[in-house]
């Protein structure tokens, strides 16, 4: 006799493992299936983000600032102290641990919350059947009421620059580094090529990144992206603008990089390129000829607001389908799911999700920019405080970037926080909060801030809004 769930999910990222916990919360039967296996071979959960992803990276810079803060940050502090060195192998080796613990930590909340964990390959059939072919080879259909597909993304490859997993790596093998390379090139200057770009460049690599765009960080607001590229460069990160790769040859250790900028073909010369153009979403095998699910012309899982697909009682959410790229944004999705598979009323807030650059400083925003907002006719105040103004950062002695409050001139509601500086991710969420319930920049100046927080400076960009900053001169006068 087959299995039967109420609920099957295929993949198990931070889109997939917390819908399963969260239908499991539920009361409903759930099963995850889940294939990718760690070095040893071992099962493990949490998709891109805990393997390979946002908490790899994260370790890695984390250890690389403190390399960085170490070899630079300390004297200043009247610290003194001669001859710092790295132990790559010792940083990597952390991060494996750290991964392993919140894999097998993934693992033990499926067994807390009664998720089925299969491992193996999903596919879905027509009729809501999921194929099961497991290592062995062997293959079980399973029956479900539900079936939610996560199956993620996986890094974009471009014929100018094949991944040969040893001279030229995607981000995956950007975190597996045994040395800092000499010359280390970075093709695509988004937040995957900066982040791996900047633990590179402090650990002690001369850095050069190829953006095929002339603008520098599309999405952020222009005043964010002017500020970021002027700090990353001033760190070292040789960031080209307008240069496209076209072609790249491998001879032994080093590869030369062939592209075009407005002077025309250039080439030069790495011991590691990192490619970093983007993720396209996994669909390989997931959906049988007949499953009925629909692919848009991205290559995307097709689905509505909710993310249910073109097949009642199928979902797809995370990088599998439209949206930014992000974790919690899968994340949120799974819950969505899970509670409208319940017959709960759920929905998720698009506007709202929060994007955060793990750079020094860090670069985050909720919200619209200056400049979409202007390009839609928004009338807007608009209220900044940098950090060098902050008690703070300057005690931290981190006193880059600022804090930008974006309200509707009509309403003072606050449409866009921006922040580029200490603390930026968590800064920006205080101000996801108040706009998920409408703050206008008048109330959150009204509340009462500790001091000394780096959070005063979105207290006092928000007053800045109306011309009521107290701690720098304010542009606009009440
Ligand atoms: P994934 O995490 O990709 O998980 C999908 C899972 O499904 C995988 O484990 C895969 O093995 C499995 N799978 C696929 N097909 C099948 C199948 N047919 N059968 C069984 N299993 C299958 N996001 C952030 O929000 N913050 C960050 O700081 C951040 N940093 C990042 C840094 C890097 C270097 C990278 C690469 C990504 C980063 N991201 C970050 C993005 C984030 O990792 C993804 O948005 C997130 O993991 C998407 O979650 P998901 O559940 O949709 O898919
Ligand atoms: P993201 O999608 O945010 O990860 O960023 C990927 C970046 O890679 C984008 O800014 C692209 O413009 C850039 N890119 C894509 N292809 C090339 C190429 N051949 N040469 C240089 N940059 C590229």
Not at 95 to 101: F, T
Not at 284 to 304: H, M, N, Q, Y
Request: aromatic share 4%; hydrophobic share 45%.
């Amino acid at each position: 006799m087959s299995q039967k769930f109420d609920v099957v999910v295929i993949g198990a990222g931070p889109g997939g493992y917390v819908a399963a916990i969260k239908a499991a919360q539920l009361g409903l039967t759930t099963a995850c299936i889940e294939k990718y296996t760690d070095k040893e071979g071992k099962l493990a959960l949490g998709g891109t983000c805990l393997n390979v992803g946002c908490i790899p990276s994260k370790a890695l810079l984390d250890s690389s600032w403190k390399f960085h803060e170490a070899q630079d940050g300390f004297a200043i502090h009247g610290i003194n102290h001669a001859g710092v060195t790295m132990d790559v192998a010792a940083m990597v080796g952390r991060k494996a641990n750290i991964v392993k613990g919140l894999t097998s930590g993934v693992a033990t909340l499926f067994k807390a919350n009664g998720v089925t964990s299969l491992q193996g390959h999903g596919k879905l059939l027509a009729g809501k059947k999921v194929e099961l072919t497991k290592p062995d080879g062997s293959v079980e259909v399973i029956e479900a009421e539900h079936v939610i597909l996560a199956s993620g993304s996986r890094p974009i490859d471009i014929p100018p620059a094949p991944v040969d997993n040893n001279v030229i790596v995607d981000s995956t093998g950007a975190l597996e580094f045994q040395a800092v390379p000499k010359r280390l090139g970075v093709i695509g200057a988004g937040v995957i090529g900066l982040e791996l770009g900047s633990v590179w460049s402090r650990l002690g690599a001369q850095v050069t990144v190829l953006e095929a765009l002339d603008t520098f960080l599309m999405a952020a607001d222009t005043a964010v992206s002017k500020e970021a590229l002027k700090t990353l460069t001033k760190q070292g990160l040789d960031i080209k603008l307008g240069a496209r790769v076209t072609g790249s040859k491998v001879n032994g250790e080093e590869v030369v990089v062939t592209y075009t900028d407005a002077n025309g073909e250039q080439t030069i010369t790495f011991d590691k390129l990192i490619v970093a153009v983007g993720r396209r979403p996994v669909t390989t095998d997931l959906l049988a000829a007949d499953s009925g699910v629909t692919i848009d012309e991205r290559g995307f899982i097709f689905v509505d607001d909710q993310c249910a697909t073109s097949v009642p009682g199928v979902y797809a959410i995370g990088d599998v389908v439209r949206g930014m790229m992000l974790a919690h944004k899968a994340s949120e999705e799974g819950i969505m799911v899970a509670e409208r598979i319940k017959g709960h009323k759920a929905q998720m807030n698009y506007d709202l999700i929060p994007s955060v650059i793990y750079t020094h400083p860090e670069i985050a925003w909720v919200g619209k920019t200056e400049q979409a907002l202007k390009a839609e006719g928004v009338e807007v105040n608009v209220g900044t405080f940098p950090f060098a103004a902050s008690g703070r950062a300057m005690a931290a002695n981190d006193t880059g970037g600022f804090v930008k409050v974006i309200a509707d001139a009509k309403t003072d509601r606050v449409l866009g926080v921006h922040v580029i500086g200490p603390g930026a991710a968590e800064l920006v969420q205080q101000g996801a909060i108040g706009m998920e319930f409408g703050t206008s920049a008048e109330d959150i100046g009204m509340m009462v801030f500790s001091h000394p927080t780096l959070s005063e400076a979105l207290h006092e960009a928000a007053l800045a809004v109306n011309g009521q900053a107290i701690h720098i001169a304010n542009r606009k006068k009440r």
